[in-house]
């Protein structure tokens, strides 16, 4: 069956490599639903937050094809269960003036803020869980949206652990063992 | 004051951008050696002593400290300045006659050496003539340098004359790719395209060069290592899973091996033939597995697949336990995979852990490389005989096609050629092939009893490669006897290479096998189409009299009787030489795995039976 399933790779943050990566998953036929890219923690690494579409052994070969690349240096994958993933979004919406102050409440209520305001218009930033988010515009829906972003999901491992490379221990690959069960590298 | 403001980030980020390259950089010069005080007194003295080389120089010192031999290539605008160097270059540099076959010849080169192929062409349409040599050599995992000349840097994104975007272009028929922007960078580059080719799973590495790069200056200094920390392929195996292997191996009833082009790659044969006498389990070849383990040898079975022998494909049908070595499940050699040996646990040993499940699930994965697998698992196993189960595949075999051909029929019966080129040449010649019906009937019935002698377009199954690869295997290996066998419509494609193989003089010989058709597509539209022949009946020049203006010896054979004359006379004459075999327009290949079907499900050839 085909889920949603999110990656966090750390890449080398060399110019060309997003191509790579976005090229490897669409010649592998892998959908991808949302990707994010941005600085990481550490100098010279990027980090991306992938969302692919794909059935569970799909998803497993899309992490050892991105272990393939030169420039990638760690896949991991971030269920609901061990991680945070959280997105940005950018609502413009139609404000009357006898409709302000409900789209207000509205936004209080999903801890949104606005950010812009001209006379027919409000600018709302909400950020959180894809759900939330959802659930803010559906609110807002019959006000009239006049203009969305949506950054997609940044996700993070929850509690002390952490998805992180060290500069000379090779890439662990967890992704290759999962579904061959017996460990491939678990020495 | 806001003006002001702004320029300050813009030299910060610009600052943060030079930061992060920094950073990376120390990251690659953590292999080096730390320098001790005293040396980095020393440094600025070694610096003057590294010589200034143009980036033309730089290119070609890289390519000697990496004791290349051989670059196959041709020249074009973006790369004049780097062919002023090659004269000087202590490498011999072999003019093709049109970009494709430098890559295919360099992977000729690369197949029967074990060594990288290298091949050198312009911007543009040089570079794009490459691409079909690159996704040849990287689903057959052949390691390959390919250099491209760019446009000058000012250019570059500006649609100038001759300017692709290469490394767009064969992002995925590449192992990795490169646009190197600094001439600082030129020499590393090279270093590691090198190890990237030749380490792990073996692939082609396109190097591409702006021409203002080969006039720039630069001290030369190649370095001694080098370090991604994204690429660190696991070459040997977790013991664990050799273990499990083992005990796999020590319960099973009727094993059987797949053999394939890894084991070749690692420089495994002597393991792989210690670990199969010691289990006394046969050996199945994959089509690029044809070398890895001697066919004349009782448990050397020969080809698997499509095209697989009858006995071969029910053993797999028949065994329990599929130990796969160095072979990626191509669909050609499984079949349908849901019919694929369906009764047996399977072993999967190879060093790309993406291939493990990708295409044939695994119940002992094995990553690693198999020369170190091999090392591992033989003290593993037990000393075996499996009598019951060899005698049992020796009863599926097909005799039907040597009663036949005992009766010797008229006609240049293309079998027959095969065995006649294996008998004349006592199975020690390398052997290349295009793509088709002649290729098939040559992995058959040739007889391969030794690692890389065999050069064939194996997964991307590209017409024309016969003669071009070759070339790069006698250059390769001059010490060697080599033929081509290819057909009427491949040598279309890339006959202008005579002219190579005679400006370069090489002793190859070429043995045309001609039906006038593009048989294998005509094998199909016979078997699966009612014989609707769509563009498939090909005309020809007079292959004997066009060898000739080439300056190449030529000889017509049309009947049985000539065919070893005929070679033995090819084999007398020193410099290339064309055989014309004229056989049936509509010979087919037996046996055969239609389309779709299983390996269990083949087909036989009607004519033979009863």
Known sequence: ?187 | MCMGRTTGIDERLDRAGRDSGRAEKMAIDTTRPKRTASEQSNGARRKRDRPVLTGSEIVCKALEDEGVDTVFGYPGGAVIPLYDALPGAGFHHVLVRFEQWAALAAEGYARVTGKPGVCLVTSGPGATNLVTGLADAMLDSIPMIAITGQVIQPLIGRDAFQEVDITGITLPVTKHNYLVQRIQDLAPTFKEAFHIATTGRPGPVLIDIPKTLFTQTHPYEYPESVFRRGYQPTSVPNMRQVRLAATAIAKARKPLIMAGHGIMLSGATAEFRAFVEKTGIPVAHTLLGLGAFPEEHPLGLGLMGMHGHKHVNDAFDECDLLINIGARFDDRATGRVSGFAPNAKVIHVDIDPAEIGKNVHADVPVVGDAKEALKLLIPEVEERVHDDWMAWIDSRRDRALDAALAERPAYPEPYTIIRAIAEATNGEAIVTTDVGQHQMWTAQHFGFNHPDRWATSGGLGTMGFGLPAAIGAKIGRPDLEVWTVIGDGGFQMSGTELATAVQENLDINIAVINNGYLGMVRQWQDLFHAKNYSEVRISAPNFQALAEAYGVPAITVRTDAEIRPAIERARSIRGPVLIDFVIEPEANVWPMVPPGGANSEMLHQQRYEG
């Open chain 1, 1 to 187: 069956m085909k889920t949603r399933h999110t990656l966090s790779v750390l890449v080398e943050d060399h110019p060309g490599v997003l191509n790579r990566v976005v090229s490897l998953l669409r010649r592998r036929s892998f959908n991808i639903e949302s990707i994010t890219v941005g600085h990481s923690e550490q100098p010279g690494v990027s980090r991306m937050t992938i969302v692919v579409l794909g059935r569970e052994e799909e998803v497993e070969q899309a992490g050892k094809q991105l272990y393939k690349l030169m420039e990638v240096l760690k896949v991991a994958e971030m269920t609901p269960a061990n991680s945070v993933a959280h997105e940005l979004a950018l609502i413009k919406v139609a404000a009357k003036a006898q409709s302000r102050a409900e789209i207000l409440q509205i936004a209080q209520i999903y801890e949104a803020r606005v950010i812009d305001a001209s006379p027919t218009t409000l600018m709302i930033q909400a950020a959180g869980t894809e759900q939330k988010v959802d659930g803010l515009l559906q609110m807002l829906k019959g006000y009239g949206i006049r203009e969305l972003v949506r950054t997609g999901p940044v996700a993070m491992s929850r509690g002390s652990q952490m998805v992180a490379v060290r500069d000379t221990v090779r890439p662990e690959r967890e992704l290759a063992v999962t579904a061959n069960g017996s460990g491939v590298n678990a020495n």
